[in-house]
């Protein structure tokens, strides 16, 4: 009898197995086709300066629009583009999005905003990473002053030496380097003393429940704090209502990003949403 169970289960693990190796493969096969196809675009989305209400700058967030409409978060395809190494040709594919569209934006006025591209860690570590961004700030005539790019906690774990230098020779160029999620990862001081960080993102999941659990409150009134001790910029990601903004702006919080300003929008969207009642981009830096 318990022959029979193993075998059952045995029949059962590979025909899971087999189904999951079939999606994958379709999945990977797909994605090939929609990169060829151009099926991915960038959405953005803002960040706005708590104390003067202004746009600091814009995340870029990839997407994929299907030939039926259909809109695929990058989270049900980036783990895949990652194991795939697909992922390498969509960064840069968004990288050049992303410089594009701040040059679509110069030429409506807003001129001072910064663009922040997700790098994945597989990108991260890439050799050849640095002549990639330079190549497309050039090819894009974007200064790397106005490309920031955002990395995990994980994505520096991986290899400590090698990290710091990739991260200086982007630093050196004059591009700015902001921690992801920051706080779901392993946190560690010592990045802050040892990389060159500009801006830490407090992970949503910090956020939501920040005006009803007080120790998600205190975990990020205190990340503020030691944020703006050290000079680092920090920014609140997912704010939704007017009350965590609030409470947001009691603990010193200068930067937020969430759908209560805006969800992430489409390059003529955002532009909309950039120049306002008023048709001007009155964005300071
Ligand atoms: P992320 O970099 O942390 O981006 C923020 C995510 O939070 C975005 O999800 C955004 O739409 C969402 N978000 C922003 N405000 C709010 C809010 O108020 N409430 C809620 N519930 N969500 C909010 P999205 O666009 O689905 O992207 C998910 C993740 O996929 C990103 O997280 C990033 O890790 C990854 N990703 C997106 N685009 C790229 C890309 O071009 N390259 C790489 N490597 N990863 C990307
Ligand atoms: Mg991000
Ligand atoms: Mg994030
Ligand atoms: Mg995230």
Do not use: H
């Not at 934006?105 to 050799?127: D, H, K």
């Not at 030496?161 to 380097?177: C, D, F, H, M, P």
């Not at 830490?200 to 956020?207: A, P, V």
């Amino acid at each position: 009898q318990s022959k029979a169970k193993g075998r059952n289960s045995y029949f059962l693990f590979t025909q899971q197995m087999s189904e999951r190796i079939a999606q994958r493969l379709t999945l990977e096969s797909d994605m090939r086709r929609a990169l060829k196809e151009r099926e991915f675009t960038v959405y953005f989305q803002p960040k706005v300066d708590l104390a003067s209400g202004e746009v600091s700058g814009l995340e870029a967030l990839v997407r994929w629009v299907k030939p039926d409409g259909i809109i695929v978060s990058p989270e049900d395809f980036i783990p895949m583009a990652e194991e795939t190494g697909l992922i390498v040709p969509l960064g840069e594919f968004v990288l050049d999005a992303s410089c594009k569209a701040m040059q679509v934006l110069q030429g409506v006025g807003c001129s001072a905003l910064t663009v922040a591209v997700n790098l994945s860690p597989i990108q991260f570590g890439q050799e050849d990473l640095v002549e990639m961004v330079v190549a497309n700030l050039e090819r894009n005539g974007l200064p790397a002053s106005r490309l920031e790019l955002e990395i995990t906690e994980s994505t520096l774990m991986t290899d400590v030496q090698s990290s710091v230098a990739q991260l200086n020779r982007l630093v050196e160029l004059g591009i700015t380097i902001s921690i992801d999620d920051f706080g779901t990862g392993y946190s560690s001081l010592y990045y802050l003393k040892n990389f060159p960080i500009s801006t830490l993102k407090i992970d949503r999941s910090f956020i939501r429940d920040i005006t009803i659990d007080d120790s998600d409150a205190k975990i990020v009134e205190t990340v503020v704090l030691m944020a703006r001790t050290m000079g680092i910029g920090v920014v609140a990601e997912g704010v939704e209502t007017k009350e965590q903004l609030d409470l947001l702006a009691t603990f010193g919080c200068a930067t937020v990003q969430g759908y209560y300003y805006s969800r992430p929008l489409p390059l003529e969207k955002i532009i909309e949403f950039l120049l306002g009642k008023n048709g001007v981009c009155t964005i300071r830096r």
